[in-house]
Nanobody, 122 residues
Framework: HVQVVESGGGSVQAGESMKLSCVVSEITRCLGWFRKAPGKEREGVATTHKAGFDNHASAVAGRFHISLDDDKKTLYLQMNDLKPEDTAMYYC???????????????????WGQGTQVSVSS
């Protein structure tokens, strides 16, 4: 499996910004960010194809942006205008789908980090 290590979580006020980082041991075809809030299922936030095609969940489109630095083997998630409902444990994942679109379904990703907590207060 690919090694995945997230960093950058913390606590912020609503409307503020935060950037998460994820170092991977290998850049796979699809990489992504996912989150799990208490009492909810893990859900896809944003994914990226190593060729540069991004996919963002409707709940974060226009506020969050996924990016990849190939040289640093680091995946980022820039989160702007954070809302209390964005509070969750955020996970980075690698080894997504082998073909087609890099879907947001967590079950399609094989390698996961330990997660980093993001808390947004109103």
């Amino acid at each position: 499996h690919v090694q995945v290590v997230e960093s950058g979580g913390g606590s912020v006020q609503a409307g503020e910004s935060m950037k998460l980082s994820c170092v991977v041991s290998e850049i796979t075809r699809c990489l992504g960010w996912f989150r799990k809030a208490p009492g909810k299922e893990r859900e896809g936030v944003a994914t990226t194809h190593k060729a540069g095609f991004d996919n963002h969940a409707s709940a974060v489109a226009g506020r969050f942006h996924i990016s990849l630095d190939d040289d640093k083997k680091t995946l980022y998630l820039q989160m702007n205008d954070l809302k209390p409902e964005d509070t969750a444990m955020y996970y980075c994942a690698a080894e997504g789908p082998d073909s087609g679109v890099c879907l947001l379904s967590p079950t399609l990703y094989k390698s996961w980090g330990q997660g980093t907590q993001v808390s947004v207060s109103s």
